[in-house]
C-alpha cells in the first residue's frame, strides 16, 4: 500500500500514505509485523494477536472488513479495539457500491465512540469521500486513477446539510 | 408548496455543479463506464433503448404550475416534445443526450425541481396520496411529512450504497392511496392517545418477488420518525444482501430473519440513537410546515352544487366525468379533480409538452397554481372551486383530457414496456390502446365499476400489475412475447362498501394470483372482455366491485369461464403446442 504519490489525505492536506500492509503469509512466518514501521493488520490478526502487538514504538493499523459485524457479539472485541493503543482503524471499501462501510464508520464513532484517525481504503475515489467525511473517516487512500487534488477539492462539495447527526468534512484550507 | 430556501436552493445547484464534473470526467475518459454508471443513475440517468432516459423526481407528487411549464420546456428544447409520468411521482424523459443532462438538471434547478436519488440503490423519491393536503379523511398532512423525509433522505451520507432500492411511502389519511403496502417501507399516520404518530411497514415490494410490507412497529411517535428510519436503514445496509441483486431488497432480509426478529434489529440499533440529534422537533415541524405556500381558500358561502346541478341532469357526458374524475375536498366549495392521460391511443402516462403548458394555464385559472401527479399516471387539479368545474370540464373535454375513466377498466396503469425499455419481454403500449378500445362503451365501463388494471412488460413490475385487480405481465417464451393474468391484487384497503377505515388491519394490499397458461398479444382484449362478463354475471349487486367478487368466490369462476371459452381456449392449446 505503500506510495511515493501523494494519494492520501489526511486532516485536509495532501500526503504520501506511511502504512503498509503486513501480509500474514509472509516468507518469515512472522506472527505479526516488525516493529519498524507502521503495519496495517487485519481486525482477526488483531483479535489473535493483541497482547503481542500492545507496547510498541509503532503501533499498527487495524483493518476492518466491510463485512464486520459489529452486533452485540462482536461488541467486546470492537469496545476493546477502541480502547487499544493503535495507530488508526481502516475500513475497506472493495467496491464503492458496497455503502456498509458507511454504517461501519457511523458505528465505530457514535457507538463505540472511537476518536483516533479512521481511514478509508480500497475503492475511495472523488465521488465518494464528501460522503465518506461526513459519516465520520478523516483520511482517505485515493484510489489508483483518480486525481488525490480533485478528491481533496471534493471535500467541498456541498456547503450545507440537511442529516443533523453527521458531521461536516474536514475542509482544506481553500486560498 | 414548498419553497425552497437558500439552502435548499445551493444544495440542488451544488449537486448540479458535481454532477457537470462528473459527466466531464466520464466523457474525458477520466471516469470508467462502472465508475460512471452509479453516479449517473442516482442522478436520475439510466441509458435506455433509444437514449438516456432522465427521471426527474416531483416530490411527492406535488407541482407548480411554473415547473410544469419548465418540465414543458425541457420536453421541447432537450427531447421530442413528450415526457412520461411514472407510477413512483416522477416525470421520466426518453430522448435526452447524456451531453445535455446537466444543462436540463441545471435548468431544472432554477425551478427547484432536481433528479437526485431517482434511481440507483439509495433512498427514492418519497411519495404519498396525489390528495395530500386537500383530502376530506386525512389524519396528518402527509406533505410536511414528506419534505422532512425528502431532507431527511437526500444526499443522506449514509445510505447513498445500500444493497438495492430503497422507496419510502407516506398515508395521511384514513384511506391509504399511496399504496404503502408495496414499498419498503409504508407509513400510516395513526393516532394514539392523542398524540400522533406512524405505524411503519416494512419489506413490501414488487418485482420478481412481491409482497406485501409487514407492519413492525404499530405506532412510531412523530417525533421519532426519522430515528426510526435511520436504524431500519442501517439494518438493512449492514446485513441487506449484496451477493445476489434479486434478493437484495429490504424484503427478503425481513422475511428471510422473520419481521419479528428484523423489527427486533431495529429496535436495537433505534435504542443507540433515539433521542439523539435526528430527534424532530415541534418548532422543526412548524418551520417546515411554514415553508409552505398554503392556498388561501377564504369562506365560500355556498358549496357550489346548486350551480353545476341543472348540467349534471343536462349533460349525462359531465354527470359522467363528475361522478368518477371529482374527488371530495377538505373545504366546502372547493373539489379536486382528476385529468385522465388514459384517453383510448395515448400511451398510458404520456403528455405532450403542449398539454403541459394548457394544464398548467388551467391550475392558474382554476386553482392557485398547483397540481399533483398521483401514481396512476394522472394529474390532479387539486383545488377547483365546485362552481366552475362545468366550465373547467368544456375546456379539458376539447383537449381529450376528460376521459370519465378514473378507477375504471380504462385508467389502465401501465409501463413503457418494449417500445421504449431494453428490459422488457413484451410490449406494454399497445396492448394497453387494444384493451381501451375493447372497452370503448362509456357506459359499460361504468356499468362495470371501480376496477384497476395494471400492465407490465416484465417482472420488474413497473406497471404494478401485481396490484391490479387484474393485472396483465408480458413474458417471454423462447423469444416470444406472451401475457399472464393475474386477479385480486390491489394496492390497499380491502374497504368493502361501507367500511370506512383501514388503519386497524395490517398493510390491506394484496398480491393478484395467475389464472393459468398466457395468452397472445391479440387474445389479452378478449381474455379481459370475458373476465368481466363472469364478474357481472355473478355480482350479487352493482356496489359489488369486481374485486369484492374475486375475494369472496376465489379465481375459480373467471379461470374456467377463461379456458372453457371455445374461442380463448383453442388458442391457448396453441400456446401449449408452440412451446413444446
Ligand atoms: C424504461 C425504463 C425503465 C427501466 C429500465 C426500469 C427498470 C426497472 C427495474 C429493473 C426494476 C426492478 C427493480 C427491483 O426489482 O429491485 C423496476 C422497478 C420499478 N419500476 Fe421501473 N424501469 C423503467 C421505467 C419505469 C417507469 C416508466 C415506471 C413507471 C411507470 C417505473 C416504475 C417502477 C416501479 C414502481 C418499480 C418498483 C416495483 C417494486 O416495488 O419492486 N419504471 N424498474
Ligand atoms: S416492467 Fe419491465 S418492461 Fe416495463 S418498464 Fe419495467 S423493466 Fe421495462
Known amino acids: 500500500m505503500s506510495d511515493s504519490n501523494p494519494n492520501l489525505i489526511r486532516g485536509g492536506q495532501l500526503t504520501v500514505n506511511e502504512v503498509q500492509c503486513f501480509d500474514m503469509n509472509n516468507e518469515q512466518a512472522l506472527l505479526v509485523p516488525p516493529d519498524d514501521a507502521i503495519w496495517m493488520v487485519t481486525f482477526d490478526t488483531w483479535l489473535a494477536h493483541q497482547l503481542l502487538l500492545e507496547g510498541r514504538q509503532f503501533p499498527v493499523a487495524v483493518l476492518i472488513p466491510s463485512d464486520a459485524d459489529f452486533d452485540d457479539a462482536t461488541s467486546t472485541h470492537v469496545h476493546a479495539l477502541c480502547q487499544a493503543d493503535i495507530a488508526l482503524i481502516a475500513i475497506d471499501f472493495p467496491s464503492y457500491t458496497d455503502g456498509r462501510g458507511y454504517s461501519l464508520a457511523q458505528l465505530l464513532r457514535n457507538i463505540y465512540q472511537w476518536s483516533g484517525e479512521l481511514r478509508a481504503v480500497g475503492d475511495v475515489m472523488i465521488d465518494t469521500v464528501y460522503y465518506l467525511a461526513r459519516c465520520g473517516f478523516d483520511s482517505f487512500l485515493i484510489k489508483p486513477g483518480h486525481d488525490a487534488q480533485l478528491a481533496l477539492d471534493a471535500l467541498h462539495t456541498f456547503s450545507d446539510t440537511y442529516q443533523k447527526s453527521y458531521r461536516q468534512p474536514i475542509k482544506s484550507n481553500r486560498p | ?580
Open chain 2, 1 to 580: 408548496m414548498y419553497i425552497y430556501d437558500e439552502i435548499d436552493q445551493k444544495l440542488v445547484e451544488q449537486r448540479v455543479a458535481q454532477f457537470r464534473g462528473q459527466t466531464q470526467r466520464f466523457l474525458n475518459g477520466q471516469l470508467s463506464e462502472d465508475e460512471f454508471r452509479v453516479l449517473r443513475l442516482q442522478n436520475g440517468l439510466y441509458i435506455q433503448r433509444h437514449a438516456p432516459m432522465l427521471r426527474v423526481a416531483i416530490p411527492y407528487g406535488m407541482l407548480t404550475s411554473n415547473q410544469l411549464r419548465t418540465l414543458a420546456y425541457v420536453a421541447r428544447r432537450w427531447d421530442k416534445g413528450y415526457a412520461h409520468l411514472t407510477t413512483r411521482q416522477n416525470i421520466q424523459f426518453n430522448w435526452p443526450r447524456l451531453e445535455d443532462a446537466p444543462d436540463i438538471l441545471a435548468k431544472l434547478a432554477t425551478v427547484q425541481m432536481h433528479a437526485i436519488q431517482t434511481s440507483g440503490n439509495c433512498i427514492r423519491n418519497t411519495t404519498t396520496d396525489h390528495f395530500a393536503g386537500v383530502a376530506y379523511d386525512e389524519i396528518i398532512n402527509p406533505l410536511v411529512w414528506c419534505e422532512i423525509i425528502r431532507q431527511w433522505s437526500m444526499l443522506h451520507p449514509e445510505f447513498a450504497f445500500l444493497p438495492r432500492k430503497f422507496k419510502i411511502a407516506v398515508s395521511g389519511s384514513v384511506t391509504d392511496r399511496a399504496a404503502i403496502g408495496v414499498h419498503d417501507i409504508g407509513l400510516q399516520a395513526v393516532e394514539h392517545n392523542g398524540e400522533f404518530g406512524f405505524r411503519v411497514f416494512v419489506g413490501g415490494g414488487l418485482g420478481r418477488t412481491p409482497l406485501v410490507g409487514k407492519l413492525i412497529n404499530p405506532f412510531v411517535a412523530w417525533y421519532d420518525l426519522l430515528t426510526y428510519l435511520q436504524a431500519t436503514l442501517r439494518v438493512y445496509n449492514l446485513h441487506g444482501r449484496r451477493d445476489n441483486k434479486y434478493k437484495a431488497r429490504i424484503k427478503i432480509l425481513v422475511k428471510d430473519l422473520t419481521p419479528e426478529v428484523f423489527a427486533q434489529q431495529v429496535n436495537e440499533q433505534w435504542a443507540r440513537i433515539k433521542g439523539g440529534a435526528d430527534t424532530v422537533t415541534a418548532e422543526f415541524v412548524s418551520a417546515i410546515a411554514d415553508k409552505f405556500t398554503w392556498p388561501s381558500y377564504g369562506v365560500l358561502h355556498e358549496n357550489g352544487s346548486a350551480a353545476i346541478a341543472p348540467h349534471l341532469e343536462a349533460s349525462p357526458a359531465f354527470a359522467r366525468w363528475f361522478r368518477t374524475n371529482i374527488h371530495q375536498h377538505k373545504i366546502t366549495g372547493y373539489s379536486s379533480v382528476t385529468v385522465s392521460l388514459k384517453a383510448t391511443g395515448s400511451p398510458p402516462g404520456d403528455i405532450t409538452a403542449d398539454q403541459m403548458d394548457v394544464l398548467a394555464e388551467m391550475a392558474d385559472n382554476y386553482g392557485f397554481g398547483e397540481l399533483r401527479v398521483s401514481h396512476e399516471q394522472n394529474i390532479i387539479l387539486p383545488d377547483v372551486k365546485t362552481k366552475s368545474l362545468y366550465a373547467l370540464w368544456q375546456e379539458l373535454s376539447v383537449l381529450n383530457l376528460a376521459t370519465p375513466n378514473i378507477g375504471l377498466i380504462t385508467n389502465i396503469i401501465a409501463c413503457p414496456g418494449g417500445d421504449y425499455c431494453s428490459l422488457a419481454n413484451a410490449v406494454s403500449i399497445p396492448v394497453a390502446e387494444a384493451i381501451q378500445q375493447k372497452f370503448d362503451d362509456l357506459d359499460y365501463v361504468h356499468e362495470i365499476g371501480e376496477l384497476d388494471l395494471n400492465l407490465s412488460g416484465c417482472m420488474n413490475s413497473c406497471g404494478h400489475h401485481h396490484v391490479g385487480h387484474i393485472g396483465i405481465l408480458g413474458v417471454d417464451k423462447a423469444g416470444e412475447e406472451w401475457y399472464q393474468i393475474t386477479l385480486g391484487g390491489r394496492q390497499s384497503g380491502a374497504l368493502k362498501a361501507g367500511v370506512k377505515s383501514n388503519t386497524d388491519s395490517n398493510a390491506s394490499a394484496a398480491i393478484g394470483r395467475v389464472i393459468g397458461p398466457s395468452f397472445a398479444r391479440e387474445q389479452v382484449p378478449d381474455v379481459i372482455a370475458r373476465l368481466i362478463q363472469t364478474y357481472l354475471s355473478i355480482r350479487e349487486s352493482d356496489v359489488e366491485r369486481f374485486i369484492d367478487v374475486v375475494d369472496r368466490v376465489g379465481i375459480e369462476p373467471f379461470k374456467k369461464d377463461v379456458y372453457m371459452d371455445p374461442l380463448l381456449a383453442k388458442t391457448s392449446n396453441l400456446v401449449r403446442e408452440s412451446n413444446v
